[in-house]
Every structure is written in C-alpha cells, then in structure tokens.
C-alpha cells in the first residue's frame, strides 16, 4: 500500500472575531497521510467510514488511505497481525473487535493521552473498561453491536401469530409452519431461520447465545474456570444442529453476516439472527421486505435457568504505535467516535451508538423507536471470555467454532465437540499473557 507523506503543514489559526469559539492545535502538523484500516463491506459500513474519514481530511487539510477490510472478523485479525508483526507504519488506525484489546494491546498506543476521564465518562463504562488493558486505554468505542431475532411481521400476521417467539421451541414451530407454507404457495427457495453458522466468529456469537440462553454459561467464566462441556451447552448444540436442513438451508454452515442477510432481504426467510446494521438496509426504499419486519430479543429455552441472549459485539479504534502520525491519527479517532458522527451512524446505517445520551436522542428515537424499546437487551448483553482469556482469546474461539461447525455438519456429536473444546482450552486458559 503506498501512503503519500505529504508533510506541509497548513494548520490555519483564525483569530479575531472567533476567539474563544475556535480552537486550532498548532502541534498539530497538518497535510499528512493517515492511514485509516477500518469497516469491511458487510453492509455499507465501509463505503460510509470512508465517506466520514474524508470528512475530517477535508476539514483538517489531512489525506486519507483507506484499507478496506474482508468481511470475516477472523480475515481482518490475520491481516492485522501481519501489519503488526511487519510494525509497519502504514496503517495509523486499526478498526478493532470487542474482543481483540487483550491482543492488540502491545501494538497500541495509550489513548489517554488524548482522552480525558471527562471525555471517556460519555462512553459506556463497561466497553471503556474491555478496551483498557494494564491500565492503558487501547481503542476508543466506535459502535457497539448485540445479536437480535428479525421477524417477518407480514408473514406472522398471515400465519396467524400475534407476537414473534419467545423460547427457541415456539421459533421452530413457527418458522416451520410459516416455511410449509410458502413453499405450497410456490416459493420454494424459502426457508424458517437463517444465521451465522460458518467456522468463523460469527458462529462464536451465534453459539453463545444459544448456549447462554439454554443457561449454558459463557465458557469459560470470569474466573479463568472452563465450564463449556455441561449439559445445557450440548442441548444448545444437539438444537441448533437439528435446526441445519429442516428450518435453515444445509448452507447454513458456510454463512456469514451478509449470507444470511441477502436471503432474508430477497424475501425468502421468516426470521433471521443478525446484528443491528440490517435494519436500515432491509427498510431501504428498493429491499423487498422494507415495511414488513421487526426486531426484538432472541428467542430463549424453556428451561429454570433459561435466559434471553445478545452476544455482546462492537467495534473500536486504536491509533498504532507504529504510527508516525498519532496526533493525526487520535484527532481523526475523536471524530469518528464523536456524538455527532455516531448519531449519524444510528440514524443512517442503524449501528448501535456507544454514547449512551445518544439513545435519549429525538431524532435517533424517531429512526428507529426499537433502540429506546431494546436498550435493555444491549445493556445486559453477554461478553464472549476475551477479558479472561486476554491475548488467547483468539486461539480459543477458533477451536470453539471449529468444534461448533463440526456439529451442525454433522461430523462430530455435541458432547464429543464440547469435550475436545474443554480438553483444548486448558493450556489456553493457564497461559494467558
Ligand atoms: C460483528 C460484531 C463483532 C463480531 C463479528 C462476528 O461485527 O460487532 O463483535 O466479532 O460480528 O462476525
């Protein structure tokens, strides 16, 4: 990637009339190349943090080189780790996952030195706390995610429901029921759910919300101890497995986010696990199910220890220690997670701000009354264990996934699956750095 190190500096100060209003840094060099490896294209969110970045060069007399990232959360940390192995200083801002600052940590700068205590006390505590490792404040909240159930409303009312699922049993009867259906009525490509089931991240997601919800815990605990292999994880699996071929299509297994979201836009699934950012595509003026959905809390067990689950997601920026511009670099990072460009973000692309003031706001209300209705679900979402498990975290994931994949493929039985990932887990969870 060839970045243009354009280092003029053309930082104008106005004085008069606006003197006090009007604040120019003058340490801050102006006309350099930032950077920016940021939203992949799931979505728009690439094409739109472009669009912002550029906002703020023309704003700042500054340039932007803009990385555009693979869909897969597991793509984007392979490519990140060889950018950081190389220490290159090409990239000045990295785009991080919720559950990456344990290891993005070592190739961060220290963020307070930008942002006050009075700053970060806007930002939700608990996503400033995940992104502060060893006291040292790794990325700034850029938007939050929590997985969500869509639901055809059309279709429910022409089946005959009055109100979507609540536990899992009533979402297969339901989906099934509605899947019969259409197909009699000529639609043969549609099917009950879709979701996440690729031997990727989103299927660590997807699967903590089952296991969660069948009251299957987290899997590793807060402590450090592995309780993955228990008899409500492997209900959660034996269920979902048996989901692959009767309500979802067998591909089910190779999807990711957009997989699922372009069958359930073309019109042809009644419900659908996703994140938030498909709400404002599926209402765009040309998607054929604009005005015929909703979103609500997934479904849950119906089991004594059953409970709703959100897998807790969410995006950050983290200024590189490689970088030779961060003062740049953290001026770009306050604007991108501004009030101002994040109300933006809910209202345009429906991502879920990290300010809690802007779920008070009016016009974020107005777009899409449902974050006000579900504030409480993206409250008490659940944490995947990259806090305990720290730099492993990854390694970690990739064997739950892999062992979860196997599963749904048919290739392995829940309690030989989740028997391997607690045998596997051990060494990860006593190493961690
Ligand atoms: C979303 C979430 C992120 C998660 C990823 C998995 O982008 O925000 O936290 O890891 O999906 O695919």
Same mark, same amino acid.
């Given at each position: 990637?060839?970045? =243009? @190190?354009?280092?003029?500096?053309?930082?104008l100060?106005?004085?008069? !009339?606006f003197?006090?209003?009007f604040?120019?840094?003058?340490?801050? $060099?102006?006309g350099?190349?930032?950077?920016?490896?940021?939203d992949s294209?799931?979505?728009l969110?690439?094409?739109?943090?472009?669009?912002?970045?550029?906002?703020?060069a023309?704003?700042t007399?500054?340039?932007?080189?803009? =990385?555009?990232?693979?869909?897969?959360?597991?793509d984007?940390l392979? !490519?990140?780790?060889q950018y950081?192995?190389?220490?290159?200083?090409?990239v000045d801002?990295?785009?991080?996952d919720?559950?990456?600052?344990?290891?993005?940590a070592?190739?961060?700068i220290?963020l307070?030195?930008?942002?006050?205590?009075d700053?970060?006390?806007?930002f939700f505590?608990?996503i400033v706390e995940?992104?502060?490792?060893?006291?040292r404040l790794?990325?700034?909240?850029f938007?939050?995610?929590a997985?969500?159930?869509y *639901?055809?409303t059309?279709?429910?009312?022409?089946?005959?429901?009055?109100e979507?699922?609540t536990t899992w049993?009533?979402?297969?009867q339901?989906?099934?029921?509605?899947?019969?259906?259409?197909? $009699?009525?000529a639609k043969?490509d549609?099917?009950?759910?879709?979701?996440?089931?690729?031997?990727?991240?989103?299927l660590t997601?997807?699967a903590?919300?089952?296991?969660?919800?069948?009251?299957?815990?987290?899997?590793?605990d807060p402590?450090?101890?592995?309780?993955?292999n228990?008899?409500?994880?492997?209900?959660?699996?034996?269920m979902?497995?048996?989901w692959?071929?009767?309500i979802?299509?067998?591909?089910?297994?190779t999807? %990711?986010?957009?997989?699922?979201?372009?069958?359930?836009q073309s019109?042809?699934?009644?419900?659908?696990?996703?994140w938030p950012y498909? *709400?404002?595509?599926g209402s765009?003026?040309?998607?054929?199910?604009?005005?015929?959905?909703?979103?609500?809390?997934?479904p849950?067990?119906?089991?004594d220890s059953?409970k709703h689950?959100?897998?807790l997601?969410?995006?950050?920026?983290?200024?590189?220690k *490689?970088?030779?511009?961060?003062?740049?670099?953290?001026?770009?990072v306050?604007y991108?997670?501004?009030?101002?460009?994040? %109300?933006r973000?809910?209202i345009?692309?429906?991502? !879920?701000?990290?300010?809690?003031?802007?779920?008070?706001d009016n016009d974020v209300l107005a777009a899409?009354?449902?974050?006000g209705?579900?504030?409480?679900?993206?409250?008490?979402?659940v944490?995947?264990?990259s806090?305990?498990l720290k730099?492993?975290?990854?390694?970690f994931?990739?064997?739950?996934?892999n062992?979860v994949n196997?599963v !749904?493929n @048919?290739?392995?039985?829940p309690?030989?699956?989740l028997?391997?990932?607690?045998?596997g887990s051990?060494k990860?969870?006593g190493?961690q %750095?």
């Open positions: 990637m060839k970045i =243009l @190190n354009l280092k003029t500096s053309t930082c100060v106005i004085v008069g !009339l003197i006090g209003e604040t120019c840094s003058t340490s801050r $060099a102006a350099v190349t930032i950077g920016l490896a940021a294209d799931v979505g969110g690439g094409k739109w943090t472009k669009a912002r970045a550029e906002e703020w023309a704003k007399g500054n340039h932007i080189q803009y =990385l555009n990232l693979p869909p897969s959360a597991n984007v392979q !490519l990140f780790s950081w192995a190389a220490r290159t200083p090409e801002i990295y785009q991080i919720v559950c990456w600052p344990g290891l993005a070592p190739h961060a220290d307070r030195k930008y942002f006050s205590d700053d970060m006390k806007q505590s608990r995940n992104n502060t490792v060893d006291g790794i990325g700034i909240p938007f939050t995610d997985g969500l159930l *639901y055809r059309d279709l429910l009312e022409k089946y005959g429901y009055k979507p699922p049993d009533e979402l297969v339901m989906a099934k029921h509605i899947q019969d259906g259409e197909r $009699a009525a043969s549609f099917w009950g759910f879709v979701w996440q089931g690729s031997a990727y991240e989103g997601c997807d903590l919300e089952w296991i969660y919800s069948y009251g299957g815990g987290t899997m590793v402590d450090g101890k592995i309780t993955i228990n008899p409500d994880a492997t209900r959660a699996l034996q979902a497995k048996s692959v071929g009767t979802s299509p067998v591909g089910v297994t999807y %990711k986010e957009e997989e699922s979201r372009n069958l359930w019109g042809n699934a009644a419900f659908m696990r996703n498909c *709400y404002a595509l765009a003026k040309e998607s054929p199910i604009a005005g015929k959905f909703a979103v609500t809390v997934l849950k067990s119906t089991g059953a689950a959100a897998t997601g969410g995006w950050q920026l983290m200024v590189s *490689y970088s030779s511009h961060p003062d740049e670099a953290a001026d770009l306050r991108l997670t501004s009030a101002e460009i994040q %109300k973000d809910a345009e692309l429906t991502r !879920l701000p990290t300010r809690p003031e802007l779920y008070k899409n009354p449902w974050f209705q579900l504030l409480p679900v993206f409250s008490n979402s944490a995947r264990p806090t305990v730099a492993n975290y990854n390694q994931a990739n064997l739950f996934f062992h196997k !749904l @048919n290739e392995e039985t309690q030989d699956s028997a391997s990932v607690a045998a051990v990860l969870v190493s %750095k």
